[in-house]
Antibody, heavy 121, light 112 residues
Framework: QLQLQESGPGLVKPSETLSLTCTVSGGSINSSAYYWGWIRQPPGKGLEWIGNFYYSGYTYYNPSLESRVTISVDTSKNQFSLKLSSVTATDTAVYYC?????????????WGQGTLVTVSS | QSVLTQPPSVSGAPGQRVTISCTGSSSSIGAGYDVHWYQQLPGTAPKLLIYGNYNRPSGVPDRFSGSKSGTSASLAITGLQAEDEADYYC????????????FGTGTKVTVL
């Protein structure tokens, strides 16, 4: 049974870098069948896709966040990470990691439980 | 940045049928990209409800059905039940936004 678990600080100061890790169990992130990604949801608002990566190393990001986002992977630990720089209060959200099946218009079939990150001094 | 528009809310009595629309454009749904639907119960992560426009994952009741036509898609819930009260999101791909997976604005379903 595939499981994804987000971890990282729940509080980040404005202008600093938000860093989160997603640990995958029950499946390998080194699979050619899937993409892995991050999605966020500000309190009381809708879902926003942040970015995806593919096992080959290909990454792509939401154009509105691209200048501040980096997704990286540690295959030895079966983990992938999100870094979002220069955060402001508008980056306060629940952050989800997820596994996506299919190219381009694929769907997110498995999600982590999410972790709330608050940006505040 | 959402380019998929949904009604903010829909409601219905138990047993009724409700539909949720998801309107995109010629660069998203109208370009032939698949539409997927998610159900988000309060305080939980989204759950895949429909994939590839009309397919249900194992365990999803057949009360939920999806369709797509032109630049829009729809989710229908027949025989509405109290446990269906949740937020629902559509998702697709938009070729005008490099690499973009896009989510709909979300719809709150209320069971009266």
């Amino acid at each position: 049974q595939l499981q994804l678990q987000e971890s990282g600080p729940g509080l980040v100061k404005p202008s600093e870098t938000l860093s989160l890790t997603c640990t995958v169990s029950g499946g390998s992130i080194n699979s050619s069948a899937y993409y892995w990604g991050w999605i966020r949801q500000p309190p009381g608002k809708g879902l926003e896709w942040i970015g995806n990566f593919y096992y080959s190393g290909y990454t792509y990001y939401n154009p509105s966040l691209e200048s501040r986002v980096t997704i990286s992977v540690d295959t030895s630990k079966n983990q992938f990470s999100l870094k979002l720089s220069s955060v402001t209060a508008t980056d306060t959200a629940v952050y989800y990691c997820a596994r996506r099946y299919g190219d381009y218009g694929g769907y997110f079939q498995h999600w982590g439980q999410g972790t709330l990150v608050t940006v505040s001094s | 940045q959402s380019v998929l528009t949904q009604p903010p809310s829909v409601s219905g009595a138990p047993g009724q049928r409700v539909t949720i629309s998801c309107t995109g454009s010629s660069s998203s749904i109208g370009a032939g990209y698949d539409v997927h639907w998610y159900q988000q119960l309060p305080g939980t992560a989204p759950k895949l409800l429909i994939y590839g426009n009309y397919n249900r994952p194992s365990g999803v009741p057949d009360r939920f059905s999806g369709s797509k036509s032109g630049t829009s898609a729809s989710l229908a819930i027949t025989g509405l039940q109290a446990e269906d009260e949740a937020d629902y999101y559509c998702q697709s791909y938009d070729s005008s936004l490099s690499g973009s997976n896009v989510f709909g604005t979300g719809t709150k379903v209320t069971v009266l």
